[in-house]
């Protein structure tokens, strides 16, 4: 039986995923037209809970051939029902249950309301690949035309890529994309082009077979302990910092500071001499060393910390004899980031090898994990949950995969992390990053759980900060600001029948 906190566990599937879902509840007993009817009512329910006022409004419906356009059909009649002016546009249906929702509006619906309010786009789902067929191009013209209107996708904005997020030439980008169930690859990873994305209970089943998972608020606050009102500050757990090269103090600024975001309980950083002061400067609250000046060896005071971090600023030249120097000496949990990971490019078998008997979190971005593994960026972007498993793998180690969206893989799972926006995309978030997930290491000894709720929490922060969808001329600042309240993630209000649901990531353009 699945524990009542795991359905805040949302699937993320690919197309062929998502039709073998469908196929799978059809072959359980559930009626295939009873699916179409609960998706395009619960659709139009959503669309009043978010508008009292549409009912009187004029809304535009532009169909495919398909079981997509089926539920625009249903929402059309439950739009209509309720009092709005509806037209309906596309080819006639073709599918049994599409057939059988056209016959639930009126003959006499017009094609096209003049001035829509609201367009909702239910072309195509996530069955479709490549280009747009030429029976939808008046449908897609329509789409693109009306920018003064509030668009609606369903599913997915038609000519999207449930599975690789490719958009065809034609694809309108959507204010609010609904989708069933289950997130969509493609969705995720278009978070530019779905708008406001909700995830509606229709009644499919969970998968049967493993899936990655994208995580919520609810999920997080049942599995993420809490240190309690009473913890010490080494209760909360006790971090070491090493990085600040030369010139490059302020990404261990950013890590401590993250670090004490995180609800850290002592930070102690060791840099280049010359970022002492500018460290502590910055982290008053933290304790800051310098590097030794010759090569480390054991020392006890490094078992004080319960985790480290290692290498926001840590710098390029010697960086592998420095890394392997401070593995050696400290053998707890470690997070590797940024130079550290540089340091091991190209060997990870030494890698695994170094990491043996420890609890470890790699945090790439697309280019280090490329490094890694010998390959491009641009084919880590490509296929993203496919690199994320390969390193973690390879290496041994839970990989958090930064990106759109961020990957945790445990080279067995794959969490999903669908939060951030482009505040975050500038120079140190990542040593923001770092320092939240190394508290949270700390604290919890985890490296999976730690990675999930340290990018779940700085990628809410992001959404936060940037006001209104609104993110120039905002910076870290404002992302470190915004963390206390990106912990208070318990209880997020969901309207009936939503299972989640995901703010636009940037103001319409």
Known sequence: MVESWERWLIPVLTADESRALDSA??????????LMRRAGERLAHLLFSGDPSLPGKRVQVVVGSGNNGGDGWVAAAALAAAGCEVGVLG???????????????????????????????????????????????????????TASAFRVAVDLPSGLDATTGIAADGCAPADLTVTFGTWKRGQLIRRDLVGELVCLDIGLPRPAHAV?????????????????????????GRLLVVGGGK??????????????????????????????????????????????????????????AHAMVIGPGFGVTA?????????????????????????????????????????????????????????????????????????????????????????????????????????????????????????????????????????????RAGELAAVDGHWRGRTLDDVLHALPAAWEYRGESLAEHVLARLPRVAARA
């Not at 500071?257 to 910055?282: D, K, L, Q």
């Open 25 to 34: 509840a059809v072959a359980a007993g559930t009626d295939s037209f009873d």
């Open 247 to 304: 010139g490059m103090a302020g990404a261990t600024i950013l890590a401590g500071r993250g670090a004490f975001g995180a609800g850290g309980g002592m930070v102690r950083c060791y840099v280049h001499p010359s970022s002492i002061s500018a460290v502590n400067a910055a982290v008053s609250q933290a304790t800051c060393f310098p590097w030794p000046a010759a090569g480390l060896e054991s020392r006890a005071e490094l078992g004080w």
């Open 319 to 459: 960086a592998r004899e420095r890394l392997l120097s401070w593995l050696e000496a400290f053998p707890g949990p470690v997070l590797l980031d940024a130079d550290a990971l540089t340091a091991v490019q190209g060997r990870l078998s030494e890698l695994r090898r170094l990491r043996e008997g420890r609890v470890t979190l790699l945090t790439p971005h697309a280019a280090e994990a490329g490094r890694l593994l010998g390959i491009s960026a641009a084919a880590v972007k490509e296929d993203p949950f496919g690199a994320a498993r390969q390193l973690a793998v390879g290496s041994g180690a839970v990989v958090l995969l930064k990106g759109v969206p961020t990957l945790v893989d445990t080279g067995s799972a794959t969490f999903v992390v669908p939060r951030g926006g482009p505040i975050l995309g500038v120079g140190g978030s990542g040593d923001l990053l770092s320092g939240i997930a190394g508290a949270l290491l700390a604290q919890t000894g985890d490296a999976a759980l730690s990675a999930v709720a340290a990018a779940f929490a700085h990628g």
């Open 212 to 236: 990655p998972k994208a995580v919520t608020g609810e999920w997080l606050s049942h599995v993420l302990p809490d240190p309690g009102a009473l913890a010490t500050k080494a209760e909360r």
């Open 91 to 145: 080819p006639a249906p073709v599918t049994p249950d599409a057939i059988r929702a056209k016959a639930l509006c009126r003959n006499d619906m017009a094609s096209v309301v003049e001035n829509p309010h609201v367009v909702l786009d239910a072309m195509l789902g996530t069955g479709a690949r490549g280009p747009l067929r030429d029976d939808l191009l008046a449908g897609s013209h329509l789409l693109r035309s």
